[in-house]
């Protein structure tokens, strides 16, 4: 799963669950609150066997709420984001974390996604074609 589809799916996901809410990604921003998400991270990494590990690191921000209210949207999105991690099955959440607004600045929900990305199969080498130095499987 690349970081368009993620971003894609975590879209779709904000949309289905909170439909009163706005999405916010570009051109004018909405007079009321609003969803702000956005790619905070990516980390790669090769595991062993040619497996590849990404973990992405998606902030979504909850613009123009108050206090109480952004505290309760926490506890939905981390539901939200749960169910989404089922339908899905291609990743799992690792870590979900909330932060306090900052002057100018809305609370922010962060949510670190494992994938795996592509794996490279080694083709199995039979019995008869070992030459010497090759692993069985």
Excluded: C
């Excluded at 690349?2 to 669950?17: D, N, Y």
């Excluded at 169910?83 to 799992?92: K, L």
Aim: hydrophobic share 35%; proline share 5%; charged share 25%.
């Amino acid at each position: 799963m690349s970081v368009q589809q993620l971003r894609e799916f975590i879209a779709a996901v904000l949309q289905r669950h909170f439909p009163e809410v706005p999405l916010y990604v570009e051109g004018d921003k909405p007079q009321t609150p609003y969803f702000q998400p956005g790619l905070i991270s990516a980390t790669y990494d090769r595991q062993r066997e040619n497996r590849y590990l990404a973990v992405y690191r998606f902030g979504i921000r909850y613009e123009k709420a108050g206090p109480l209210e952004a505290e309760r949207m926490a506890d939905k999105l981390s539901e939200a984001l749960a169910a989404m991690e089922q339908e899905s099955g291609v990743y799992r959440v690792v870590r979900q974390a909330w932060e306090a607004g900052t002057e100018g600045k809305g609370p922010l929900f962060t949510a670190d996604y494992m994938v795996y990305l592509h794996q490279e199969q080694a083709e199995a080498v039979k019995m008869g074609q070992m030459t010497g130095g090759e692993r069985l499987k």
